[in-house]
Structures are given as C-alpha cells and as structure tokens.
T-cell receptor
Framework: QKEVEQDPGPLSVPEGAIVSLNCTYS??????FMWYRQYSRKGPELLMY????GNKEDGRFTAQVDKSSKYISLFIRDSQPSDSATYLC???????????FGQGTTLQVKP | DAGVTQSPTHLIKTRGQQVTLRCSPK?????VSWYQQALGQGPQFIFQ???????QRGNFPDRFSGHQFPNYSSELNVNALLLGDSALYLC????????????FGPGTRLTVT
C-alpha cells in the first residue's frame, strides 16, 4: 500500500466550476499536509500547507484535512483555465523533511 | 529574492556515463533535498543535505550521491547511468525546522540514451 494515494485523473471541468481534489494516506503519525501545483515541465509550486486537522483558506483555494479518515482535500472555487495543471498532495515523514507525494491529479479547466 | 535555481535545464547522456546536477537554495534556506520525478508520477525522495552532511536517504542505490557546500548549494551525482534514470530531477530547499515548507526549483530533465 502506498503511503499517499491520489487519483491521477485526468479531471476536466468548465471554467467557474468548484474543483475537489483528494488524497488518502496510510500513517496516522503524519501531521503536516501540503498541496503543490505543477505546470507541465516545471517544478512543483507550494500552494499551501496545513497542520493536523481542519481547514485553511487562501483566496480561491481551501485545504482540508480529516485525520479520522486519513483524507485530505483541496477545493478550488471559481476555477480558471490558468488553474490547469497537475496537483500533488504530500506529507512530511518524521522531522527531517522527507516529503512523500501522491501520484498527482491532472486538472483541465475548459474556457 | 531569487528562488531555488537548478542547472542545467536539460541534459542528454549515454548509458554508463556520469552526470552532475547543481542546485542553489532559496535565500535564507540551509537544507537541500533532491527528488526524482518520473513521467506521470509524484516526486520520489533521493536524499537531504544539512550542514554539509547527508541527513536522510531514500530508497536509491549508491550510484546516487551528493554534496552540500558551505554556501548551502548542492550537487547531485549519478554514476553508471541507466535508461531508467531518465527523469526530472528536482531540488527543494527549506530552513531548519520548516520541513513542511519546501520550495522547489524548475528541475533538470535528464535523458539517458
């Protein structure tokens, strides 16, 4: 079983839609959860991180962690064509900073 | 403020050759991690350097080695290249205690023929 699992998609939505991206993880000891956005042939860009359970909002983006079900989500409101990218969820193993990534979900927002 | 920089952007090598990739961390960061990203996959952790020492290593063979310099920049070396080493190599930097806030460079795309 992979430590972080993510549906690779692709996911295609019309402009203006609310997008929901999801991951599950296996180790209840994980505390920090990150979302990265990666455009084609570029490096991942850190969107936001959350600690433990709860929500965190940044503009059109909301990250949510449910530790009871080991489920993390990223919601994108009023999606734009510029949001078209691969979204990677990740967590940190231990204190030394090894990031464990999901496979990534490819999102396409159609005008 | 310059972000994480990596060089070269692209590289083509032949099986059996050796390659060196370079990374300069974001200003204020002292920790550098290297990741390998195969096409269609999430990045896989190779190793991390802090205070010029390898602090943690992922499941990669000894053909992969690295170095960190006093100015916190880092190199990734891969010996005896295999076709399967073709990937995007990513460098990420962070500050001590901020492991959850790692910033990535644009990557080096390595093609092994």
């Amino acid at each position: 079983q992979k430590e972080v699992e993510q549906d690779p998609g692709p996911l295609s939505v019309p402009e203006g839609a609310i997008v929901s991206l999801n991951c599950t993880y296996s180790n209840s000891a994980f505390q920090y959860f990150m979302w990265y956005r990666q455009y084609s042939r570029k490096g991942p860009e850190l969107l936001m991180y959350t600690y433990s359970s709860g929500n965190k909002e940044d503009g059109r983006f909301t990250a949510q962690v449910d530790k009871s079900s080991k489920y993390i989500s990223l919601f994108i409101r009023d999606s734009q064509p510029s949001d078209s990218a691969t979204y990677l969820c990740a967590t940190v193993s231990g204190n030394t900073g090894k990031l464990i990534f999901g496979q990534g979900t490819t999102l396409q927002v159609k005008p | 403020d310059a972000g994480v920089t990596q060089s070269p952007t692209h590289l083509i090598k032949t099986r059996g050759q050796q390659v060196t990739l370079r990374c300069s961390p974001k200003s204020g960061h002292d920790t550098v991690s290297w990741y390998q990203q195969a096409l269609g996959q999430g990045p896989q952790f190779i190793f991390q350097y802090y205070e010029e020492e390898e602090r943690q290593r992922g499941n990669f063979p000894d053909r992969f080695s690295g170095h960190q310099f006093p100015n916190y920049s880092s190199e990734l070396n891969v010996n005896a290249l295999l076709l399967g080493d073709s990937a995007l190599y990513l460098c990420a930097s962070s500050y001590t205690g901020g492991a959850y806030e790692q910033y990535f460079g644009p990557g080096t795309r390595l093609t092994v023929t």
